[in-house]
T-cell receptor
Framework: TQLLEQSPQFLSIQEGENLTVYCNSS?????LQWYRQEPGEGPVLLVT?????EVKKLKRLTFQFGDARKDSSLHITAAQPGDTGLYLC??????????FGKGTSLLVTP | DAGVIQSPRHEVTEMGQEVTLRCKPI?????LFWYRQTMMRGLELLIY????????DSGMPEDRFSAKMPNASFSTLKIQPSEPRDSAVYFC????????????FGQGTRLTVV
């Protein structure tokens, strides 16, 4: 099982601040996905990145896949309380089922 | 489509009892996954099926755990006998195919073994 390390584990910020969370591995992934999970719910897909160096934007969220396809980052601009949740990265190394990191728990206070 | 449906949402049972968790995947999805989530270990893959056939059960923690998929619209995860360390949230997910495509998760079953 390929290990995905996410950092920071917890993050508490105020509305309007910017933040970046990271997902790192020693393994190469054919693709990497980011999910957000809200309390009492299952994870929901935000984005999939496939190409090394790829950058994808989803409104205020910017996702980047590392050139070597071993790491990824998620940057949120001007965070809002609605961004609160657990952010999970998941890797697919060769078509097998997704392996998830432990996640970054984000709290955005008004 | 109603999405992935899991039941029950909450289960409290005594140590030693048998527990059965149920899942109805999204119609047309070929893959079904069972995950377990805890604070300590995060989201762990237990087992997954392709076209109702178990493909990889290496994540099943012990022989006390078993999973079946008798048809394309139903799967169960059984724990017998249950132990307090099995307390966790169990998720079922389905997808069109493994890997790159999106995994759709149910709302989970919160299991508490006392």
């Amino acid at each position: 099982t390929q290990l995905l390390e996410q950092s920071p584990q917890f993050l508490s910020i105020q509305e309007g601040e910017n933040l970046t969370v990271y997902c790192n591995s020693s393994s190469v992934f054919s693709s990497l996905q980011w999910y957000r999970q809200e309390p009492g719910e299952g994870p929901v897909l935000l984005v999939t990145v496939v190409t090394g160096g790829e950058v994808k934007k989803l409104k205020r969220l910017t996702f980047q896949f590392g050139d070597a396809r071993k790491d990824s980052s998620l940057h949120i601009t001007a965070a809002q309380p609605g961004d609160t949740g657990l952010y999970l990265c998941a890797g697919d190394n060769s078509g097998y089922a997704l392996n998830f990191g432990k996640g970054t728990s984000l709290l955005v206070t008004p | 489509d109603a999405g992935v449906i899991q039941s029950p949402r909450h289960e409290v049972t005594e140590m030693g009892q048998e527990v059965t968790l149920r899942c109805k995947p999204i119609s047309g999805h070929d893959y079904l996954f069972w995950y377990r989530q805890t604070m300590m270990r995060g989201l762990e893959l237990l087992i997954y099926f392709n076209n109702n056939v178990p493909i990889d059960d290496s994540g099943m923690p012990e022989d006390r755990f078993s999973a079946k998929m008798p048809n394309a619209s139903f799967s169960t995860l059984k724990i017998q006998p249950s132990e307090p360390r099995d307390s966790a949230v169990y998720f079922c997910a389905s997808s069109y195919r493994e890997g790159v495509t999106e995994a759709f998760f149910g709302q989970g079953t919160r299991l508490t073994v006392v």
